[in-house]
Each structure stands twice: as C-alpha cells, then as structure tokens.
C-alpha cells in the first residue's frame, strides 16, 4: 500500500493516510493536523502499525516506536492504574465535607440535604 506519512522534526508520526484517501481526504486533513514534513512510502503494514509502532528518523520510516508514544502510553498505564484504586469520588467529597474543607454555602447545601435524607 503508497502512503503519505506525515511527521514533526523530531520523527514523530503526527498523520498517514493511504492512497486511495489521498483525492478526498488529503486538503482537509493537512490543515486539521500540525505536521513539519512528509513521506511518501510503499509498506505492507496497516496504517495503525506504522502510526503506532513507527517514527521517523533521518527522513526514513524506522521500526521504533518513538519516545513521546511510550510517555502517553506509560501516562495511560498510571491514570488507570489509580483510576482502579483510589476511592470514588462520592467517597473521596464525602471525606472531604466531613473534614470541613468545603466552603460554608456549599457544606450547608450538603448538610440540608443529608438532613433531608438521613441513612437508616
């Protein structure tokens, strides 16, 4: 499949799109993205496993998944992770109306309505 790959200065694949998207795609999708250079190339790979798997270096495509990809994938893998282990946020506003931390006209609307639906 012809590609046309586009990437920043520092290699990092920033857009692709395949030949036969090129005519209908290719004026809309350059202004839509921020893009230094561009390359041409015939790959056997999907456009996913060069986006993703693939960077750019010396103005060839080299089989390198480049470093700002690993630092968001790294960044999901924590955001996850804590999302699984910190309390819920019900939980975590509770905590904090209890330790009086919120202000006095949000913790009264609180309170009213606690009051107004007490727990058996």
């Known amino acids: 499949m012809n590609y046309k790959i586009y990437y920043k200065s520092n290699g ?6 395949s030949e036969d998207k090129l ?3 290719q004026v809309n999708y350059e202004s839509n ?3 230094d ?3 041409d190339l015939e790959d056997s790979r999907s456009e996913e496993d060069i986006f993703f798997d693939c960077s750019v270096v010396n103005g060839e495509l080299v089989d390198e998944i480049h470093s700002d990809r690993i630092v968001e994938q790294n960044l999901k893998i924590t955001r996850q992770n804590r999302k699984q282990e910190y309390p819920s946020i019900g939980d975590q506003l509770d905590a904090l109306f209890h330790a009086g931390v919120f202000p006095t ?12 639906y007490p727990k058996s």
């Open 105 to 116: 006209d949000m913790a009264e609307k609180i309170q009213a309505i606690k009051d107004k």
């Open 23 to 25: 005519e209908e795609c």
């Open 33 to 35: 993205i921020e893009y």
């Open 37 to 39: 250079s561009t390359l």
């Open 12 to 17: 990092r694949i920033v857009g692709i799109l």
